[in-house]
């Protein structure tokens, strides 16, 4: 293995690289996308539970066919890696809006009550007092999807643009087991280390969770 | 003053939860609105500081409607407490008491410093400053939520059910502080409680609702204690209103007799009595009379300044005076 990897390194590398584009990109437009539509949730309770359904809908549409349905779509070529950040990014909204409005709605309604009662505005409510206090929830929403991106993007390498699951189509069309196996190993590693991170930062800016 | 007019608040569905409230809560003076769970006394509160509309009528402050004033702005100016304090969970207690200096432009450092100071006022040490809500039991909070709203100092207090989610013995110390606070400071306070001795021990004013949102009475508690308005006011101030009416009577001008009279009074050497409760002129009548009912021998021990026995009350003293001042006082 480390023959191949010393053999390959540009390869590998260049992978890698992509892999992390691909996965934490949608993150980021998922997550700035579902905190609004996950608040909408909230402000309007109505709106909840067909919000629920169409997250889960979204969610359950297999990886594959959205990433051979979004060219149909979007006009875009089908090796574009457009084509897979979309289609992350739109799971990742599926996953975190609902989130989002599950931690909104965790807020103690007493909470809320006493902040409106100090004179805070709608706004200025939401951003100081609901969002700190949801932001143990969101998080834990944040890792599933981060850790589920990054497995996700191993499916494209079969429409040809997939990071680190190029090595696994590599290896199989090659009977070689050697970049599967390197292919797995970063795939886990990249996963961990970017909960990790989450758990971290989590740890930073939420101290009061912890008492 | 704040001064509801003919208020009315009938909810969709049609339930009425607050009849044609006309009432006045003096400036400077603590107004206790009690009554049953579903008077009306909680939605009447809030409609003090806009968080409930009226149907119909008027809420002024000092003459203003508040319908006519920004709802932030009017709110930042109105101290709030509620039960369970509702602490902001992801802030330090010095933080949660800036809330409102901070959002009225206060710069941080300012509103830590006054939290600070504020932290003392109501009984908690500077250690507790860098804690979380979570890491205080029930009455630390409480006190907390009554330094957060007192922070901005404002003129009026709205305090729901403030001191109904902790412990008697804590409750207590509570009421204490809240006297001791309130004889400084002399807020204009609307507050509500389901608990009339509460309401009759903190409240200059009580103002006794019934179910229906209906107000039964107004008055000092010593008026309603005495001179319940009607049937269902004796009722929920309860049957031993006499007793506790004795609270408004001084033990002043309680004639009593020489320690001679009693002969084996345990004292120490400095003359205060031992194994007896003891009361001074400053108590009140209630206590008088617990002591002497409590008391194998029938008396009550009355101490000076010092702790030093200077008289006793027998049981029979007690009787007569209260017989004398019912004639004086018809």
């Known amino acids: ?211 | 003053m704040i001064t509801f007019e003919d208020v009315v608040k009938v909810y969709p569905g049609g339930s009425t939860a607050v009849d044609h409230l006309s009432l006045e809560l003096p400036t400077g003076k603590t107004t206790v609105l009690v009554g049953p769970s579903g008077c009306g006394k909680t939605t009447s509160l809030r409609m003090i500081n806009r968080m409930v509309r009226p149907t119909s009528g008027r809420v002024l402050i000092d003459g203003r409607d508040v319908a006519e004033q920004d709802e932030a702005l009017l709110r930042r100016g109105i101290g709030y407490v509620i039960q369970h304090a509702g602490l902001f969970p992801h802030r330090t207690v010095l933080d949660n008491v800036a809330t409102v200096p901070m959002l009225l432009g206060c710069t941080r450092k300012q509103a830590r410093t006054d939290a600070l100071g504020l932290l003392e006022r109501v009984g908690l040490s500077a250690e507790f400053a860098k804690r979380y809500p979570a890491q205080l039991s029930g009455g630390q909070q409480q006190r907390v939520g009554v330094a957060r709203a007192l922070a901005a100092d404002p003129p009026i207090m709205v305090m729901d059910e403030p001191f109904s989610a902790v412990d008697p013995v804590v409750r207590e110390g509570l009421h204490r502080e809240f006297l001791r606070l309130q004889k400084d400071l002399g807020k204009t306070i609307a507050m509500v409680t389901h608990d009339i001795d509460e309401a009759i021990k903190l409240g200059d004013v009580v103002a006794i609702f019934r179910q229906g949102g209906r107000l039964a009475q107004v008055g000092t508690p010593r008026e309603v204690l005495a001179n319940p308005a009607d049937d269902f006011v004796a009722e929920f101030v309860g049957r031993d209103r006499g007793l506790r009416s004795l609270s408004f009577e001084s033990a002043a001008d309680l004639p009593v007799r020489p320690l001679s009279e009693v002969g084996d009074l345990a004292l120490d050497d400095a003359g205060r009595p031992v194994g007896y409760g003891s009361f001074t002129r400053a108590d009140s009548l209630r206590l008088v009379t617990d002591l002497a009912i409590i008391s194998p021998a029938g008396i009550a021990v009355r101490v000076d300044a010092e702790g030093v026995a200077d008289g006793v009350v027998r049981h029979h003293d007690l009787v007569d005076h209260l017989a004398a001042r019912r004639r004086e006082q018809p």
């Open chain 1, 1 to 211: 293995m480390i023959t191949y990897l010393s053999n390959n390194t540009d390869v590998v590398l260049a992978a890698l690289r992509q892999h992390i584009v691909l996965a934490l990109l949608p993150v980021l437009i998922g997550f700035v996308v579902a905190l609004p539509i996950g608040y909408l949730g909230v402000r309007f309770p109505r709106v909840y539970h067909p919000l629920v359904n169409i997250c889960g809908v979204l969610y359950s549409i297999p990886s594959l066919a959205l990433f051979v349905f979004l060219p149909v779509i979007l006009g875009t070529k089908i090796l574009s890696p457009l084509n897979i950040v979309v289609a992350l990014s739109i799971y990742t909204v599926a996953l975190l809006a609902r989130t989002v409005a599950d931690g909104l709605r965790s807020v103690d309604e007493l909470v809320t009550q006493s902040a409106t009662a100090m004179g805070y505005r709608r706004f200025r409510r939401l951003v100081d007092v609901e969002l700190p206090v949801a932001l143990p929830v969101i998080l834990a929403g944040l890792r599933a999807a981060t850790v589920a991106n990054i497995s996700l993007v191993s499916v494209g390498a079969l429409i040809g643009v997939g990071g680190l699951g190029q090595l696994f189509t590599r290896g199989f069309q090659l009977f070689y087991l050697e970049p599967i196996l390197v292919g797995i190993i970063l795939s886990i590693a990249l996963a961990a280390v970017a909960d990790l991170a989450i758990v971290l930062v989590q740890r930073l800016i939420t101290p009061w969770s912890r008492v």
